[in-house]
T-cell receptor, first 113, second 110 residues
Framework: GAVVSQHPSWVICKSGTSVKIECRSL??????MFWYRQFPKQSLMLMAT?????????EQGVEKDKFLINHASLTLSTLTVTSAHPEDSSFYIC?????????FGQGTRLTVV | AQRVTQPEKLLSVFKGAPVELKCNYS??????LFWYVQYSRQRLQLLLRHISRESIKGFTADLNKGETSFHLKKPFAQEEDSAMYYCALSGYNQGGKLIFGQGTELSVKP
């Protein structure tokens, strides 16, 4: 099956700094990618839809200026958590839509200290 | 409003017992329903989707539009079925974005 890769798998950063998470579709092109946030033992919450070559579409309640999304190519979307705070600590997961199904990255564990 | 509800956070059964993971949805239209599985320390992966009407790893799920349900069933659970299971919904013409239920942890004991 198709592969979606996230980098890094985990990151620890200081409060107030920014962190960039990459999501790549390795063997297919994805005009649309999705970013989710997952709390321990809880559901995946859709944060935004990343569209290649255009602005991302954010879900209600998600701060656009806080979570910057860039989809510069058909195989790469990035999520930048700006001015991170401890409450931003979470598991972030991206997915990319293939021909018939969505494929998920392995996730990125962000810890803000 | 679009919503997916999985009422059980944890379901614990013995090996060989039947399993049913419940999923109800709310959507004004004809959604596409999915079951995703996440094994320990692995990424989320598609288990099955209602339009394909197939059985994967012995699991089946039937879409009941009258009851707005998409319960996942398996007649004889195996230990390797232990995982987190997520029911998800995708609306027509929504570009593939998924709305997930809260997830059910299935634990199959020997």
């Amino acid at each position: 099956g198709a592969v979606v890769s996230q980098h890094p798998s985990w990151v620890i950063c200081k409060s107030g700094t920014s962190v960039k998470i990459e999501c790549r579709s390795l063997d297919f092109q994805a005009t649309t990618m999705f970013w989710y946030r997952q709390f321990p033992k809880q559901s995946l919450m859709l944060m935004a839809t990343s569209n290649e070559g255009s602005k991302a579409t954010y879900e209600q309640g998600v701060e656009k200026d806080k979570f910057l999304i860039n989809h510069a190519s058909l195989t790469l979307s990035t999520l930048t958590v700006t001015s991170a705070h401890p409450e931003d600590s979470s598991f972030y997961i991206c997915s990319a839509r293939g021909d018939t199904e969505a494929f998920f990255g392995q996730g990125t564990r962000l810890t803000v200290v | 409003a679009q919503r997916v509800t999985q009422p059980e956070k944890l379901l614990s059964v013995f090996k060989g017992a039947p399993v049913e993971l419940k999923c109800n949805y709310s959507y004004s239209g004809s959604p596409e329903l999915f079951w995703y599985v996440q094994y320990s320390r692995q990424r989320l992966q598609l288990l099955l989707r209602h339009i394909s009407r197939e059985s994967i790893k012995g699991f089946t799920a039937d879409l009941n539009k009258g009851e707005t349900s998409f319960h996942l069933k398996k007649p004889f659970a195996q230990e390797e079925d232990s995982a987190m299971y997520y029911c998800a919904l995708s609306g027509y013409n929504q570009g593939g974005k998924l709305i997930f239920g809260q997830g059910t942890e299935l634990s199959v004991k020997p």
